[in-house]
């Protein structure tokens, strides 16, 4: 490893001739002659399961939410620098009727208008991270209190409610006390929770007062004067996570008891809570269960973007139809075996893939020569089964592959106009642009 370029100094030049030697191996002779063999007839290295989806007789979904979220770090210019962070997310319906009079690829601004008015709720927030501090506390503290009023002020508590609908099992006659989570205090381990329905108690071993939003565990990410960007991102995936669940609480307590069935409801991102978060997740593979055992079966999937599910589907995505337009769309439900076997490529994992963290299976899904997705379908109760999932367990598997061919948007690849829309609503990086959160921040802070 050379040494790197200082400020005085330049960095050290890493060696051109020292691995010559090795070429001499037979080995790494024939290594490096099928690294340059062009082989365009190769059939999938990976063995990858494709199933052709018929769509006759199967009913799309009418009406579609999607949420998104973003979240940017703000520095000003003095020194040190004082650092936030800013968090917005944002929930979206979608008529389907009206989205299909939209050109996909030129979508006319006015018709985008007509769409968005009145469709959209999101939720902001902020967090100190470095260098600043309230006059009320530290910024340990600081930050709990944020989280917790933020949750109960934004949209009258809708999102907080939520929050304590999966955290009680609400939506069941059978409600249990929240999930074990550590004391902000003491850090002790509260392994009763709180009790039903309750939003704050006291901690057995130290006394002090813990909220239900220490539950999920912002504060195991933070120091008590610093907290990094993760906690902003941890902060932006919970939420995203509790605005689809207040679509979806509302939608189940209806008096029509159709609606929630017959809603495509889109998450932004894969159906994952990992670390302190997970604690969520059984909760919800609960209710999904639940749903599905009481016929009221609900349409979730998450698309991810990018990553090794991502990066692994862009290197086969050639192989499988369809190769011509107006083909039907395929589909390949990834086991936990395939998973760790072709996209990890690990010889054996600790835990069966996404036990504790993921509460959405993998798929493939390819519906023209050049559009391909990576999507998170739920199943419910988790099988660790290695031969698992398969297309029977991902609940609304065939309604959902009804529905996505007309959200899909050709003014990126691989792109659904719904998360489009969310990600518009929510980006950071645009509406507001850093820049004005900079200068808001030292405005307000003389």
Request: glycine share 6%; with cysteine; aromatic share 8%.
């Amino acid at each position: 490893m050379p040494y790197g370029q200082g400020t005085r100094l330049p960095g050290e030049a890493a060696s051109k001739l020292g691995h010559l030697a090795v070429v001499k191996s037979d080995w790494v002779k024939a290594l490096v002659k099928e690294f340059e063999a062009a082989k365009p007839n190769e059939p999938d290295p990976s063995s990858t399961v494709w199933t052709t989806f018929n769509p006759d007789g199967v009913r799309p979904l009418s009406r579609v939410w999607a949420v998104d979220g973003s979240f940017v770090s703000v520095q000003s210019e003095q020194k040190p620098p004082r650092e936030v962070a800013f968090v917005k997310t944002a929930l979206l319906v979608v008529d389907r009727a009206r989205l299909d009079t939209i050109d996909k690829e030129h979508p006319h601004p006015l018709l985008l208008q007509d769409v968005l008015t009145g469709s959209a709720v999101f939720h902001a927030s902020v967090f100190p991270l470095k260098n600043i501090r309230t006059p009320l506390g530290s910024n340990y503290d600081a930050v709990r209190h944020i989280v917790r009023d933020s949750m109960q002020i934004d949209e009258d508590g809708a999102f907080y409610e939520t929050l304590k609908w999966l955290a009680y099992k609400k939506w069941s006659t059978q409600q249990v006390n929240s999930p074990a989570f550590n004391c902000p205090h003491c850090h002790a381990e509260i392994l009763a929770g709180l009790p039903v329905d309750a939003e704050e108690g006291n901690c057995p071993k130290c006394g002090g007062i813990v909220f239900l939003t220490d539950m999920p565990g912002f504060h195991l990410s933070m120091d008590e004067d610093s907290a990094p960007d993760a906690l902003a991102s941890a902060y932006m995936l919970v939420m995203e996570h509790l605005m689809l669940f207040t679509a979806i609480r509302i939608f189940w307590d209806h008096s029509d008891k159709t609606l929630a069935t017959d809603t495509l409801f889109i998450k932004d991102g894969p159906l994952t809570l990992r670390s302190q978060y997970s604690k969520l997740v059984p909760r919800i593979r609960d209710f999904l269960e639940h749903a599905k055992q009481v016929q009221r079966p609900l349409h979730i999937v998450g698309q991810e973007k990018s990553g090794a599910f991502f990066d692994h589907l862009a290197s086969i995505a050639r192989f499988p139809p369809p190769h011509a337009r107006g083909e039907p769309l395929s589909y390949a439900v990834l086991s936990h075996d395939h998973v760790r076997r072709e996209v990890y490529r690990s010889p054996d994992l600790q835990n069966p893939y996404g036990l504790k963290t993921n509460w959405g299976e993998k798929l493939f899904a390819k519906f023209d020569p050049g559009t391909y997705m990576v999507l998170n379908v739920p199943t419910g109760t988790y099988n660790p089964d290695g031969s698992r999932p398969t297309a029977t367990d991902l609940i609304g598997l065939g309604r959902i592959l009804a529905t996505l061919p007309s959200l899909i948007s050709h003014k990126h690849e691989g792109a659904l106009f719904p998360i489009e829309l969310a990600n518009g609503i929510a980006s950071m990086s645009s509406y507001p642009s850093a820049r004005v959160l900079q200068r808001f921040i030292e405005g307000t802070s003389k």
